[in-house]
Nanobody
């Protein structure tokens, strides 16, 4: 069982920066592909970024060059650095852990953290 707790959301002006954190409890953190997803009001949840067990990263086109995902396996935490924020980045951001190898087939979600970009 993995529990995920996001933090770092809030209100920011356009052009500003925020860093989200997702602290994971449980074992085998290094075996999980960690991801950030977001859901805006009235829209489906969408992928923002993922970071693999080998630290390979993948980004949605809408955030490439502005957002950076990273992980610290020693701290069992994944981060999302968000720069040059735009109003369209406003959403609830969710952390996801997708199991690989002998924890394959497991998927966990955090409770979400609100990010609002507005002047």
């Amino acid at each position: 069982q993995v529990q995920l707790v996001e933090s770092g959301g809030g209100l920011m002006q356009p052009g500003g920066s925020l860093r989200l954190s997702c602290a994971a409890s449980g074992t085998f953190f290094s075996l999980y592909v960690m991801g950030w997803y977001r859901q805006a009001p009235g829209k489906q949840r969408e992928l923002v970024a993922t970071i693999g067990t080998n630290t390979y990263t993948n980004y949605a086109d809408s955030v490439k060059g502005r957002f950076t995902v990273s992980r610290d396996n020693a701290k069992t935490t994944v981060y999302l650095q968000m720069n040059s924020l735009k109003p369209e980045d406003t959403a609830v951001y969710y952390c996801n852990a997708h199991g690989t190898r002998f924890v394959a087939g497991t998927d966990y979600w955090g409770q979400g953290t609100q990010v609002t970009v507005s002047s």
